[in-house]
């Protein structure tokens, strides 16, 4: 268990300390209680709760209302651990949007707020910033714009999305962000975003040098089996434990 509360600052001391950071997801009131009590020190009410909690094909169809209710039912764990909260697709699309849904989901129980893309959204973060709100950023692959890029894609393996990443990162880490997560970015580009920037990096498919890794609960505990990512490895199965105690 978290025996202290965590903060955006300790977030960014784990870095500094050369320590690794572990975040996992949690949408409700009990996966956010047993996370904490597990010394997990970042959760995030991730909009990929619209796939492994509301059955939807991709994270376009997560509401803010949607992101509100699972915010406040996680919120109530009172978790030690630093809870934030992804600002969900359409929702930051101007300075004015951005900010009232950040306020929403600060209001809801988040600590932070997460969004994805880079320099043609620092508008929106540098008002969600100047708004007292802790910012988490999100480079690599996009899952808000998964339709358009029509699937999942490796990021960095051309040099102009190497650039892009390095500038995008660079942008957001002056800006104030405290954290960028990476998505599907390659692995050795991964290292050189970590170690070129002040602020914390936190792989999902990232490779093994970020300064911290995330996976959405799901996937770790086996618990949805119709879709693992490739780069998972279950650590339970907790899908085939559920279906051996209610079988007649």
């Not at 004015?96 to 989901?105: E, F, I, M």
């Not at 942008?171 to 405290?178: E, N, P, Q």
Request: glycine content about 8%; overall charge negative; some cysteine.
């Amino acid at each position: 268990m978290n025996s202290l509360k965590i903060t955006v600052a300790e977030v960014r001391a784990i870095k500094s300390r050369g320590e690794k950071i572990a975040a996992l997801t949690a949408y409700d009131y009990p996966m956010a209680k047993l996370l904490d009590e597990a010394g997990v020190p970042l959760l995030l009410v991730g909009d990929s709760l619209g796939m492994v909690v509301l059955g939807y094909p991709d994270t376009t169809h997560v509401t803010m209302p949607e992101m509100e209710h699972h915010v406040r039912a996680a919120a109530r764990a009172k978790p030690g651990a630093l809870l934030g909260a992804d600002l969900p697709y359409h929702s930051y699309e101007t300075v004015a949007t951005a900010v009232a849904n950040a306020k929403r989901l600060i209001a809801a129980g988040a600590e932070f707020v997460k969004a994805e893309g880079g320099r043609e959204i620092l508008p929106q973060i540098q008002a969600i910033l100047a708004a007292g709100i802790p910012f988490c950023g999100h480079l690599g692959m996009l899952p808000q714009h998964v339709l358009e890029e029509g699937g999942y894609h490796i990021k960095g393996k051309q040099e102009a999305e190497h650039q892009n990443l390095i500038a995008d990162a660079t942008a957001l880490a002056d800006a104030g962000a405290f954290a960028i997560v990476l998505e599907l970015v390659t692995p050795p580009i991964a290292k050189e975003l970590s170690q070129s920037i002040p602020i914390p990096t936190i792989g999902i498919g990232s490779g093994p040098d970020c300064d911290g890794q995330i996976l959405v609960t799901h996937d770790l505990t086996g618990s949805f089996p119709w879709f693992t990512p490739r780069f998972v490895k279950p650590k339970a199965n907790c899908a085939a434990e559920i279906k051996s105690a209610v079988a007649l």
